[in-house]
């Protein structure tokens, strides 16, 4: 609208003004200044007019105070193919100056947000422009069915229908149950989580049936993002369900103690972060006047390995040629699959059996641990040590220092043999009796040759003992009497010797030479005697 038309308009208005109504040449009038109807129903809208004598109407039209200025219901969209303009050929008067027509404005399919105030307004061919205003107030209402709670009764409600239009009693009310089925009264009852539907209409126009009321419909429930749900991701659960009145929702975590879970109101649950805790199954109850329905989800929060340790069975120590089990546990879902280590090195084991070792054997001890993985990531556990017992193995004995063993000198016996726990030791001299020295070394000072002979260590520990074998100790006898006595023995050979040599000599000399002499004749016997007594000394001197 250009500025000029805009002043025109403006005086028009200004002539339309009650004050200057018994002015006959500008005039627009309605019958029915407020209209009530029915969503989808048709309306008409009525009006008179009148203008100048001699003038010609250019252009009619209706328009709405939606838009600041006068827009052709006909070139508005939100009206279009809805609208319709009946218009009779005015009549012209000399005697009065001026032209009467009328004109109606049918919309069809009337919407809510038709509601508004609508105006009629003409335009003359020398420029004149008139709006009837106040214009017609259009109001467009529903049927509604509204749900009547009585305190009385817990399983059923009253159902009331309701429009702005027509007050209670001017018109007769139908109800329709899911669609069909026509009962009377201005009130129907409803039986709580019923499965039909429930509908009103005003008698007369049984086609504008007002919306169905109804129980929640069984919820769809649904996760967001879908797929895998990590611990750590947000996760929303929600739930949806078709209900009229609009329902009420609420979830709660299903407990498997039949504890009453922790509720949360609202169509949406939201886990921001998730955490391993919130597997489980939810119910969403979706709830509104006339009934409950509820649906279940469950969800299941993926993690890697958490508190993952090693359980021995049986704990503790093991006796070699027991048998053990290292079960590695580990809280992971999915299950995790396990890697076994000792002392840092993998073991090859499978990864889902405990490990087992069936007859312990003293090699077995050691440091083992175990790691637990799973698609989400992997976790080690704690160190155990296994503490194999074991009865000591048979000892070794060895002799400090090496070499010959010399009368006189010191010598020590050291006992050794694995064992766990450490051996206790305990020596003993074979047949020599009562040795039965305590201690690994055994040390013998100033050792003499009947210290000589065979000895052998017993190691002991609580779980057996055993004893080494037989260890020969050859003292040799190294001191200055041994010396003297060769010496003697040297001596008394070569008397002896010396001795038979003279005999010899004598008796060969008194055959040659005839008779010997008495006076040269001496006694043997003495001598004789001599040299048997060094011969026995020196026996026992070799001895
Ligand atoms: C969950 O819902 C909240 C609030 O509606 C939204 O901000 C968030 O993006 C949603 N998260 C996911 C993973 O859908
Ligand atoms: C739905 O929730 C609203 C607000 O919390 C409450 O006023 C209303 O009574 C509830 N309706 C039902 C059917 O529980
Ligand atoms: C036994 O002798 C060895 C070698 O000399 C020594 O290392 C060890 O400590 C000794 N043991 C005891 C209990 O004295
Ligand atoms: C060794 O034993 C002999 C005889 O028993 C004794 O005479 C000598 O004094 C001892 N020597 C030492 C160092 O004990
Ligand atoms: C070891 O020797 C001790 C003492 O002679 C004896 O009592 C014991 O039975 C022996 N043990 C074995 C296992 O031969
Ligand atoms: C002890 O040693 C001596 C000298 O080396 C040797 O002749 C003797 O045969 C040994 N005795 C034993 C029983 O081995």
Redesign the pocket.
Known sequence: MNLRTAARGFVAFLLSVPALQGKPYWAVTYPYINICALRGSTVEIRCNYEYPYANTVEKKLWFTNIHNKPVDLKDDTDYSGRVEYSCVRPSCSWSSSSCIGTCTLRIRGLTLSDSAEYQFRITTNNGGAYSGVPGVKLSVTDLQVKVVIPSSSPNGVQLECHNMCHRTGYVTYIWYRDGTQPLHGRLTWFNINSEYRVSCAVQGSEHLPSPSVYAPETPSVGVTPPGVIKEGSSVNLTCTSKANPVANYTWTKVTTDHSPGHSVQGQQLSFHPIQSSDSGQYLCKAKNELGTKSSPISIDVKYGPKHTFVISSPPGEIMEGGSVTLSCSSDANPAADYTWFKDNQPLPWEPRRPYTLDSVHSKDRGTYRCQAGNQYGYLGSNSFFIDVLYAPKTPSVSVRPPGEIKEGGSVTLSCSSDANPAADYTW?REHGGSVEELGENYTISNITTELGGNYYC?ARNAVG???STLMFLNVTATSSSSVTTTTVARGTVAVLLATILLLIFLWMRRKRGGRPDTGEESPPCPVYHNVSALTNRSASAAQ
């Open positions: 003993f017993e003992l055993q004893n």
